[in-house]
């Protein structure tokens, strides 16, 4: 395995922390990128189960408006390329909120949830849609296969990447489908976390990061084919990789060809273009540390804008605490009142940022800018700046926006 990036030892990104924890020990683990030499897959060690993790979760997809609209786009595409209709039938393996298959039962297309959050997942059962409060592995997917039928459609975004069995999971995506069905997995594009510096998406519930040239053999080892891919913006620029049983492929599309000999292009078909990334992270932190101190030499109040897990890997990594970021918001009432992993910045509720009127707010899910951008127009008013750490230090344009929304 070679070392690609080392960011220390940080807290589980989603463990934020109540007032009575803060007297409390608070243990850390290893954030360590590794690349394996002979599959090129990016990885980190499963020192933290996904038991540890997803049975009460902090994140619900629906609080972002513009997830909720690519899902949508995404159900409205599916149904149209796929022919699905009422006698079809769609899984979604970490399904959250129902903040995707909502739209599915809008379309009258039968379908199922599989997501291992209690919380979350009582959530998508109050939208109307069916959910199994389960991890997937090869049972209950023979389970959903005895109770309902092989699925024609299976969904599985932003979890291939959360998994410490990949090999099983795999094969219990292909035990879900019918040998004739589809499945999609969108997943973060290790091309941008490469080459822009993305290391905040590196965090400990994201075991894998992949290429399509690692994913392509992942998905071979449970004797699935990847037949199509798109390259979307989504966090930051994300693959959403289309695959079959190898009995029902076919040739791959074009665009396959087409994303491989990016990643080629870029280093990443072998193993020292990896090497790329620790520079680039070294040079995001170091202009960001300097625009802070220069704020508070300059007696400039700054807070933060979401507490999303990227957030906490960059503040744990970057060393910053409240005296730097006074505190934080989210739209998330479950995290209100509590405050960041490791960091303990407080996170508040929205509303505080229009009470208080900082100088600067600093996005920390920049992979969201345009929604943000919008969101926090009115900071312009009292010449407030909206600033986003990646993929370079830049500060958002509030007035041309405000004046787009009139």
Known sequence: MLS?????????????????????????????LRLCEDCLLLQIPALITPEDTFTEYAYYSS????????????????VRRLGLDADSFMVEVASNDGYLLQHAVAAGIPCLGIEPSVNVGAAAVERGVSTWTEFLDEDVARRVRTQYRPADLVVANNVYAHIPDLRGFTKSLRGLLADDGWLSIEVHHALNLVSLGQFDTIYHEH???????????????????????????????SIRVWARPVESAGAPTARVCEVLLMEEAAGLHRSDGYLQLRRRTEAIRHDLLAFLLRCRAQGKRVVGYGAPGKGNTLLNYCGIRSDLLEYTVDRNP????????????????PEMIAKDRPDVVLGLPWNLEPELTDQLSYIAEWGGQLVFPLPTLHVADLKSRSAALR
């Open 334 to 349: 479950y995290k209100h009142g509590h405050f960041t992993p490791g960091t303990r910045i407080p996170i508040h509720d």
């Open 4 to 32: 690609v990036l080392d960011l220390g030892a940080t807290p589980p990104c989603e463990k934020i922390l109540s007032a009575d924890e803060l007297d409390l020990p608070e243990p850390t683990f290893p954030l360590h």
């Open 207 to 237: 075991f894998q990061y992949y290429t399509l040239f690692s994913a392509t053999y992942a998905l071979a080892q449970a004797g699935l084919a990847v037949v199509d891919v798109e390259l979307l913006p989504t966090h930051g620029g």
């Open 63 to 78: 609080y972002s408006d513009s997830w909720v609209r690519h899902a949508k786009s995404f159900v409205e595409d599916a």
